[in-house]
């Protein structure tokens, strides 16, 4: 596709749910990226992926996050048990290469936890 | 592990004024990146700075910097209203680290 794409733009869901949060990358981009962003804050990152594998999941805040990759391109974040606090815009970005190439960032999801 | 600050964290402009935005990191960092996001919207890509001297230049802003200082700088020349936004600085880690961001508020 021309950009990342993420999917939900928005999720509203009740403390104590499962979700998932989409990423879509741009075509050929071997590099994702999970950052979650609260309001006024920069980007926190979360995990990233090279191909398939989670190469740095260090940013990851607890158990109750997980994200995949199973075929190197679309990938889920999941979140279990949801809390009040993992309300926030959760954004993806793709790159091509390595960590320290270029990252292009998608819309995000906007979470909330109620 | 990279931190990376930046201040301000607020500045308020007057139209036609310049100003300067400071990003300051931690530890070595091979490349330096500035990005805008406008309310509610995602980030967008402005500068990628390679190496120590480095400087890029597009419109009203320009960016440099300076491996040794671990300070990468955001110049804006003349500030007008359109540069109204939050910047911000990214180092490299494994991924890109950001800075809390910078908020521009540019006034008549």
């Known amino acids: 596709g021309a950009g990342v794409s993420q999917t939900p733009s928005n999720k509203v869901t009740e403390k104590g749910k499962y979700v998932e949060l989409r990423c879509d990358p741009i075509s050929g981009h071997t590099a994702l990226y999970w950052y979650r962003q609260s309001l006024g804050q920069g980007p926190e990152f979360l995990i990233y992926?090279?191909?398939?594998?989670?190469?740095?999941d260090s940013g990851l805040p607890n158990d109750r996050f997980f994200a995949v990759r199973p075929e190197g391109s679309v990938s889920t974040l999941k979140i279990q048990r949801t809390e009040r606090g993992d309300s926030a815009v959760y954004l993806c970005?793709?790159?091509f290469g390595t960590g320290q190439a270029e990252a292009f960032f998608g819309q995000g999801t906007r979470l909330t936890v109620v | 592990e990279l931190k990376v600050e930046q201040n301000p964290l607020f500045l308020s402009m007057q139209e036609g004024k310049n100003y300067t935005i400071y990003c300051n990191y931690s530890?070595?960092?091979?490349?330096l990146y500035w990005y805008r996001q406008d309310p509610g919207k995602s980030l967008e890509s402005l500068f990628v700075?390679?190496?120590?001297?480095a400087v890029k230049q597009e419109g009203r802003l320009m960016a440099s910097l300076d491996t040794k200082a671990r300070l990468s700088t955001l110049h804006i020349t003349a500030a007008v209203h359109d540069l109204s936004a939050t910047y911000f600085c990214a180092g490299t880690g494994t991924a890109l680290i950001f800075g809390k961001g910078t908020t521009l508020s540019v006034s008549s």
């Open positions: 992926f090279q191909g398939t594998g989670a190469a740095d």
């Open positions: 700075l390679l190496s120590n001297g």
């Open positions: 530890t070595t960092s091979d490349r």
């Open positions: 970005a793709s790159s």
